[in-house]
């Protein structure tokens, strides 16, 4: 039979988010869409990004990963680096940039967006174009915009096709929904 997911209340109703601007990893017409609001600061939000990859990995077709810059830490790298991974967008470099960010996490500080760029091999020459112009810092702000708009107060936060998603078994519960993706979530 099929694995229900416990459930007490009925779902909410999905929002739609404008995920358009961000980088997003697995098929457009995935039929599961994971929303993550997320600060390059936060250690949660790394350990996110293990789950992310190894269920991408289990599920290439059917799972897409939307990253929303969501730099809410007082203290932490912030905008600059998210600003940063933006630009790299362009190049399909955001990812590389992404995992290189959560990797170096504890070393990292405001001014190293363009070190890291140079270290994922990105065009410099673009990189920095958009890097000194404001596309990357209009993308942040979009993000904190939207996040704001759907009550979103910290990172992560998680919308699984449009609906808030809160899981301390992220890998099980995203695993359990994607084998079950015909119950009409």
Not at 58 to 66: I, S, Y
Not at 86 to 94: G, K, P, S, V
Not at 150 to 175: C, E, I, M, W, Y
Request: hydrophobic content about 40%; glycine content about 8%.
């Amino acid at each position: 039979g099929r694995v229900k997911l416990p459930s007490t209340r009925p779902l909410p109703p999905a929002v739609d988010l404008a995920i358009e601007a961000f980088p997003s990893i697995g098929p457009s017409d995935a039929a599961i869409t994971v929303v993550e609001f997320a600060d390059f600061s936060c250690s949660l939000c790394r350990g996110v990004s293990g789950v992310m990859h190894e269920l991408l990995a289990e599920h290439p077709h059917t799972l897409r990963w939307v990253f929303v810059h969501f730099p809410v830490a007082k203290k932490g790298v912030g905008r600059h680096i998210h600003a940063g991974g933006q630009c790299l967008m362009e190049q399909q470099l955001f990812w590389a940039y992404h995992d290189l960010v959560f990797e170096r996490m504890v070393d990292i500080n405001a001014q190293d967006a363009p070190q890291l760029a140079a270290e994922v091999g990105a065009d410099m020459t673009r990189f920095d174009a958009c890097y000194a112009g404001k596309t990357g810092e209009w993308a942040v702000r979009r993000g904190l915009e939207l996040g704001r708009k759907h009550r979103v107060t910290r990172t992560p936060t998680l919308f699984v096709n449009g609906r808030p998603f809160a899981s301390s078994q992220l890998k099980k519960d995203l695993g359990a929904l994607n084998e079950n993706t015909t119950t009409g979530l």
